[in-house]
T-cell receptor, first 113, second 115 residues
Framework: DQQVKQNSPSLSVQEGRISILNCDYT??????FLWYKKYPAEGPTFLIS?????DKNEDGRFTVFLNKSAKHLSLHIVPSQPGDSAVYFC????????????FGQGTRLTINP | NAGVMQNPRHLVRRRGQEARLRCSPM?????VYWYRQLPEEGLKFMVY????????ESGMPKERFSAEFPKEGPSILRIQQVVRGDSAAYFC?????????????FGPGTRLTVT
């Protein structure tokens, strides 16, 4: 049972344009959401997070939007840069019980010059 | 402040051998998590430990896998009698927070290959 889903395995965006990565979840107990970026042969790097009490969090070029009613979140990167090319993972956790992160399958983002 | 350290980075074992993966959390972090990533998949939670305690091992296979985080020294993920299906990247993460919310910081991973 995939509780966190990233339905787009890959996304290609032109440099300077906006990249939008999407993530859906099914478990209503999730109340904290995170985005990680991963380069090949490296560990995931934390990018940005959002608590369920908010609907938007911004950090520089990165903005995460949360729609709790739709159980959907998205990561916006603007403007996109070549160094943003990587695999992006959405993750979720629940305050109650274990602190484990549940990850989506990832979206491979390619920024074209 | 050094990040999460994992060693070895690459480990090759023959079927039936034991694999030991080590993880040193970031300084000041007392919460350690282990995740496994199979090819072309997301990371899957295995176990959550605090010093000398296993808090949640719901993601650990019932047999052959064990984990510890002793009072002194790194956390160890141990896989006995490895099989080809154990080939994966194993990531360790650490966190300073005790309230169940917050970022986890990942190490570079150990890539285990079982031949």
């Amino acid at each position: 049972d995939q509780q966190v889903k990233q339905n787009s395995p890959s996304l290609s965006v032109q440099e300077g344009r906006i990249s939008i990565l999407n993530c859906d979840y099914t478990n209503s107990m999730f109340d904290y959401f995170l985005w990680y970026k991963k380069y090949p042969a490296e560990g995931p790097t934390f990018l940005i997070s959002i608590s369920s009490i908010k609907d938007k969090n911004e950090d520089g070029r990165f903005t995460v939007f949360l729609n709790k009613s739709a159980k959907h979140l998205s990561l916006h990167i603007v403007p996109s840069q070549p160094g943003d090319s990587a695999v992006y993972f959405c993750a979720a956790s629940a305050r109650q019980g274990a602190q484990k992160l549940v990850f989506g399958q990832g979206t491979r983002l390619t920024i074209n010059p | 402040n050094a990040g999460v350290m994992q060693n070895p980075r690459h480990l090759v074992r023959r079927r039936g051998q034991e694999a030991r993966l080590r993880c040193s959390p970031m300084k000041g972090h007392s919460h350690v998590y282990w995740y496994r990533q199979l090819p072309e998949e997301g990371l899957k939670f295995m176990v959550y430990l605090q010093k000398e305690n296993i808090i949640d091992e719901s993601g650990m296979p019932k047999e052959r896998f064990s984990a510890e985080f002793p009072k002194e020294g790194p956390s160890i993920l141990r896989i006995q009698q490895v099989v080809r299906g154990d080939s994966a990247a194993y990531f360790c993460a650490s966190s300073p927070r005790a309230d169940g919310v917050g970022e986890q910081y990942f190490g570079p991973g150990t890539r285990l290959t079982v031949t």
